[in-house]
């Protein structure tokens, strides 16, 4: 049954309202998965802030070029699913490849981040970047860091003045 060009248009619509929401897209090939496996996909990745869609590649192509996307003709071919991915990039990769390796079914093509084509091995790296979370915590880390260090430098002499009065009282008393 053909698409009529009202949902044509709907689709294209939400391809390029989910690409505007997106920091980073991972394109799969979903040959031989079951509905309720997607439905499985979904709800994984959906827990870690992401959305897993399979598209239709000549409108979500469209999509791509309106919303002055990379044009993708050769991560697009054959049926195609995409992850679109929230702030926390890592977090949603690892969902997908977690599912992916426990269902052995889905491939990983490749994505797009901010512009830039990632081809497959790329795209699942981006699986080992940092959670928002330690993002977060290093920045602080760095941040609070020197602070750190300059107030153990304006303690260290009044901390060496007790040791050595502590000192000097200890002799004192050993000595009476």
């Known amino acids: 049954m053909a698409i009529t060009r009202q949902k044509k248009e709907e689709l294209v619509a ?21 509905v309720a496996q997607v439905q499985a996909l979904r709800a994984k990745v959906g827990e870690n802030n992401a959305k897993y869609m399979v598209v239709k590649n000549s409108l979500f192509e469209l999509a791509l070029s309106e919303s002055d996307g990379n044009a993708l003709a050769e991560k697009l071919g054959g049926p195609n699913g995409v992850l679109f991915l929230g702030e926390d990039i890592g977090k949603g990769v690892t969902a997908l490849k977690d599912w992916i390796k426990s269902a052995q079914i889905v491939q ?4 797009l981040l901010e512009g830039s084509t990632l081809n497959a091995t790329q795209a699942e790296a981006l699986a080992d970047l940092p959670t928002k979370e330690q993002t977060l915590s290093m920045i602080l880390g ?16 009044a901390a060496s003045l007790v040791r050595v009065i502590n000192a000097h009282v200890e002799k004192m008393q050993e000595a009476a």
């Open 142 to 157: 760095a941040i609070s860091a020197p602070s750190g260090q300059l107030v153990r430098t304006i303690n260290a002499p």
């Open 14 to 34: 939400e391809y390029k309202e989910q690409i505007a929401n997106a920091s980073a897209m991972v394109f799969t090939d979903f040959r031989g998965v079951s």
């Open 108 to 111: 990983i093509t490749g994505g």
